[in-house]
């Protein structure tokens, strides 16, 4: 069994920056994708970022240029830059192993092995 929990969410104002942490734990070793999607108040879930366990990351388009992801042995970090309003949602961190490593991969929650509670991201004007 995997479990996924994230921390590092908060309130920023626009423009601002936070980077936020998901730690993966349990039998991680066929773990191949790791990633984030978000859903914000009276929006759909979106996919966000997902990172393979090479080392290939892939953007949506509403965060590239905007957003990094990285990982590190159980850890997966998302680092977010010139935030802005429509960011604001809970971000959701998950994993999965198996199959195409890319953004929306991560939404088909039956075939992801774990995925976090949320943190919540709130950017302000």
């Known amino acids: 069994q995997v479990h996924a929990v994230e921390s590092g969410g908060g309130s920023v104002e626009v423009g601002g920056s936070l980077r936020l942490q998901c730690t993966v734990s349990?039998?991680?070793?066929?773990?191949?994708?790791m990633g984030w999607f978000r859903q914000g108040p009276g929006r759909d879930t979106e996919a966000v970022a997902a990172i393979d366990s090479a080392g290939t990351a892939t953007y949506a388009d509403p965060v590239k240029g905007r957003f990094i992801v990285s990982h590190d042995n159980a850890n997966v970090y998302l680092e977010m830059n010139n935030l802005q309003p429509q960011d604001t949602a809970t971000y959701h961190c998950?994993?999965?192993?198996?199959?195409?490593?890319?953004?929306?991969?991560?939404?088909?929650?039956?075939?992801?092995?774990?995925w976090g509670r949320g943190t919540l991201v709130t950017v302000s004007s």
């Open positions: 998950a994993v999965r192993s198996g199959g195409r490593c890319y953004p929306p991969a991560l939404l088909v929650l039956n075939n992801l092995d774990a």
């Open positions: 349990g039998d991680i070793d066929s773990i191949d994708c």
